[in-house]
């Protein structure tokens, strides 16, 4: 989604994240399991979404075990802005002025490398030096251990919202609220975990799947998804 704009209103009831009851979240070890960021199948078909994703890789052995949206699109559904898949950049980085989100200075660039780490970083200090895969989204929600300084406490534009942000022990940490926050509150989930940088993915439209944590949405229509998958494990008869 392109649309959309951080806003800033009278004091309203803020709804809280305490715990994490109020999102699903999901960390990943690089270092274990198999990342990768998906868009299209292999006759050039988009994928679309998580439901189309999980039949596909189950037609290459491999088995989901946890999606979602990862980045905003254009009307055609390719990716706003930056997407490197398997080392080779499908879509440019995207420097300039815009409305929406996407286009909240800073925004920033979620990416994983050759060597199994995963990191996220603004924009500007963004290098593609052994970079496997990334995409590129806005705004960015904590910058170098600080709350986006455009957040307000008491703005009113609520939504549901996704991003991914980097925990202490170098684990990629995705995080959807179940219900409407701002991003205020989002961002404040991820600082009180230690993230010292976030990026915000996307809002309404989101979805997640985690079996694991008891949350299985497989609908929607998006551009760039992220997907932690494993050999596929057949039932012995």
Known sequence: MLLGLVGVGLWARQPRIDGDAQVVAYEV??????????WKDDNGQLLSNIQRLKDWLQGREQQLIFAANAGMFN??????????QNFKTISPLDTGAGRGNFY???NG??????????GVCTTGKFVAEEVKFATQSGPMLVIDGQIHPA???????????????ILPNGHALFA?????????TFAK?????GCRNALYLDGAISRTYCPT?????????????????QPLQRRRK
């Open 213 to 229: 944590a008891g949350w299985v949405q497989t609908d929607g229509i998006f551009g760039v998804m992220v997907g932690v998958t």
């Open 75 to 84: 009307p055609q559904h390719a990716p706003q802005g930056l997407f490197i």
């Open 29 to 38: 070890d690089l270092q274990k399991q198999q990342l990768e960021l998906f």
């Open 189 to 193: 989930y991820f600082a009180d975990r």
């Open 104 to 106: 909240l200075r800073p």
């Open 109 to 118: 660039v979620f990416y994983t490398t050759a060597d199994g780490r995963a």
């Open 176 to 184: 959807m609220s179940k219900g409407e926050v701002s991003f205020y």
């Open 151 to 165: 957040f307000s406490r008491s703005s009113t534009n609520l939504n549901i919202r996704n991003g991914v942000g």
